[in-house]
Structure formats: structure tokens, C-alpha cells
């Protein structure tokens, strides 16, 4: 369980050091992938359509640096095509067994290949062939075309190593502000708020409250 202020410092006020709220979500996530009994990687990750409006889904954290927080999907998919047109994106893990969060915003960028490439081939071959057959938010008039296309796409590179489908990246969120919210008795909550204004800045921080 979280110690009683979870590495929050008692007081918080004005520049931190570059490293600091990397250094905390690491800590945190430790705690996490050892306490929470599934996905303790699983984020909301929020973009928003031409209209404006919000548009949420869970996705999975793949890899994560003091650059950011990364994951991957097909960039034709519903929230590929919005981050191509507005490439920001706000994003929560919340560790229930914790009783823990971090949220996080900023603009978005899409990794390297190479880094599309390195995690790909760690992908399981089923979900290689997947990422081949989905055609990713578009309509599906049956499950059976979509069980269709996984079998051809598995006959189809039966033999040999599965390569990337160009659709198929990482996205990287580069925070410009990063939150840590713990629980506490009768809704006074824990928040240090951490902001800087670019992605390169030098960082701020804040506690907030409840």
C-alpha cells in the first residue's frame, strides 16, 4: 500500500527539477504493476474530432521517458485520423487499488519507425496478423469478415517473419503538464500539479486543491 503521502512532498511550490515527475511516475508505476491485478499500463487517452468534441478510449502504455508516454495504434483508426488533424491529447492512469492517478496533456508526436518497428516484432504473431486484418474504427458488417481476413492474412505470411503494416505507429504525448492525485479520508485529496509551457520548458509545480 502507498506510504501515508505517497512521495508527495508537504509543501510544493514553484520550479521543479527536470527529472522530477518522471522520477515520481516511475515510482508510482512500480507500485502499480505490483499491486493492481490487471493492466496497471491501462490509460484513457482523449483527442478530439474536427468538431471539437472529446472523443476517449483506453489504450495501453507501451513505453514511457522522460520525453513522454507512448502507445500505439493504427493511425487510420478513429483517433489516428483526429491526431492528425489536431495532434494534442490528454490522457489518466488510475490505479484503483491504490488508490492513485496521474493525468497528463500535450502535443502529440508520432515515434520513430524504428521504435514502430522494435515493438512490433515483440508483439504476439496473433496480434501481428491482427493489426493486418483490422481495418482498424471502420464499419464492420459481420464478425465473420473480420474472422475471414484473419485467416487469409495468416495464410498469407504462413513461413516468415510478419513485417509492420505502414498504418500501424506509435504516438508519443509530450506532457506540458502532469498531475498526481492521491486519495485521502473525507474527499481532501492529494494534488501536486506539475506544468511547464512547451514540451521543452523548464517545469513548475503546484499543489492543488482537492
Known sequence: MPTP???LPETAQGPADEDMP?????????EAEAAEPNDPNAMAIAT?????????????????DSQGFVFFTNATSAKGRELAANSQA??????????????FRGPVERVTPNESDAY????????????????????LPA???LKDAVVAETARF???????????????????YLEFWSDRPFRLHDRIAFTRMTPQGAWEHGRLYP
Open 48 to 64: 478530439a474530432d474536427a468538431t471539437g468534441l472529446p472523443d476517449v478510449r483506453m489504450v495501453l502504455l507501451k513505453h514511457r
Open 90 to 103: 490528454s490522457g489518466v492512469l488510475h490505479w484503483k487499488s491504490l488508490r492513485r492517478q496521474v493525468r
Open 22 to 30: 518522471f522520477d515520481l511516475f516511475e515510482r508510482w508505476y512500480a
Open 158 to 176: 504462413e513461413g516468415q517473419q510478419i513485417p509492420r503494416p505502414a498504418h500501424w505507429i506509435g504516438y508519443r504525448v509530450r506532457p506540458t
Open 120 to 139: 512490433f516484432t515483440s508483439r504476439a504473431r496473433d496480434s501481428q496478423v491482427g493489426a493486418w486484418a483490422s481495418q482498424q474504427s471502420s464499419p
Open 5 to 7: 503521502h505517497d512521495g
Open 143 to 145: 464478425r465473420k469478415v
